[in-house]
């Protein structure tokens, strides 16, 4: 007969049955690399998840071995997309072959979670910093979509607004935020000023730009509220 006892206790601790949500593998490329893959074993999209990784030795053309965690989030994150039901993903490698990786936790699209609950915390208040940082942005962007700026004077802007923005932050990680959310966008400046050909192209990547965070910010205020909730 089988024990159900410890599957029982793991879904009065987590909330959830683990064995019927995410499962794991730990297998071997054939470039030699290991690989942890994860299973969305669910009816449910996971927009992130924490997995952690530890390596014994240092492989060629590094001086320290990899050890630490690594955080995938489809909402708070750019080139992260959510893992679909019965998508199976690699969530990280490594080329020593004696590496140990675990998936920590993950949230699902509709708040729930998986795995360790500080974890799971750990991505809300992540992306409440992101969402606080689009929210500091999003104003200064409203305001330039329509005007006929050059890209100079669009960065010199934003510049200014960081700057002022960062003067009020006290907390070191969601300045941090702050910082990473106008680096991305001064890359996507630079990236859009090579390509446009004249200054309606320009204007309509600042629209495409405002459109893009404001679809970002609806979709992280939508997540917040259950998220919160779910990591209690």
């Known amino acids: 007969m089988r024990n159900n006892l410890p599957v029982l206790l793991l879904t009065l601790f987590f909330g959830v049955p683990l064995y019927s949500q995410i499962s794991t593998s730990i297998v071997t490329a054939d470039s030699g690399q290991l690989q942890l893959k994860i299973s969305n074993d669910s009816g449910k999209t996971i927009t992130a998840y924490i997995c952690s990784l530890q390596e014994t030795v240092a492989p060629a053309g590094r001086t320290v071995p990899a050890s630490g965690e690594r955080t995938m989030d489809s ?41 360790n609950p500080e974890m799971t915390a750990k991505i809300v208040s992540h992306r409440t910093h992101v969402l606080d940082a689009l929210r500091a942005i999003l104003p200064v962007l409203e305001k330039s979509k329509d005007q006929d700026f050059t890209t100079d004077t669009f960065q010199q802007q934003l510049s200014s607004a960081r700057d002022e923005a960062l003067q009020k932050i006290t907390d070191p990680t969601a300045a941090a935020v702050l910082k990473g959310e106008y680096a991305a966008l001064f890359r996507g400046i630079k990236l859009e000023a090579r390509r446009s050909t004249g200054l309606q192209e320009h204007l309509q990547y600042q629209q495409d730009v405002v459109k893009g965070m404001q679809e970002r910010e609806q979709a992280l205020a939508r997540s917040k509220p259950s998220l919160a909730q779910a990591s209690q």
């Not at 959510?82 to 699902?108: C, M, N, Q, Y």
């Open 75 to 115: 909402i708070a994150s750019y080139g992260f997309k959510p893992v679909l039901p019965g998508e199976t993903r690699i969530a990280a490698t490594s080329p020593d072959a004696h590496a140990k990786f675990e998936l920590l936790a993950a949230i699902f699209e509709d708040g729930t979670t998986f795995g």
